[in-house]
């Protein structure tokens, strides 16, 4: 129905930046918000950050100041620049989406996920 296709993870030293991006595509109607999540070995899947194509935009705690989060309602995609970045960033980031599809139905739909390690 709707596939996400993530890039742009990899190793970064403590204090360097990396931007993540993830496009949509399938039989979308509307989207009505995208975001990142990231999850360790172990713990819950946590928010990072997301934004609405309302233009409202969330970050956990953590990243305020750090991360910044931008969509692009006309492409489906939704990016995530991350500076600043320190090891406790470390972590299987995955890109999420709540759509509303072709059939008029409210769907959630996640991508693969991409590996962000944060070491010197």
């Known amino acids: 129905q709707v596939q996400l296709v993530e890039s742009g993870g990899g190793l970064v030293q403590p204090g360097g930046s990396l931007r993540l991006s993830c496009a949509a595509s399938?039989?979308?109607?509307?989207?009505?918000?995208m975001g990142w999540y990231r999850q360790v070995p172990g713990k819950q899947r946590e928010l990072v950050a997301d934004i609405t194509f309302g233009g409202s935009t969330k970050y956990t705690d953590s990243v305020k100041g750090r991360f910044t989060i931008s969509g692009d309602n006309a492409k489906n995609t939704v990016n995530l620049h991350m500076n600043s970045l320190k090891p406790e960033d470390t972590a299987v980031y995955y890109c999420h989406t709540q759509v509303v599809l072709a059939t008029a139905d409210r769907g959630d739909f996640w991508g693969q996920g991409t590996q962000v390690t944060v070491s010197s």
């Open positions: 399938g039989s979308i109607a509307n989207i009505v918000g």
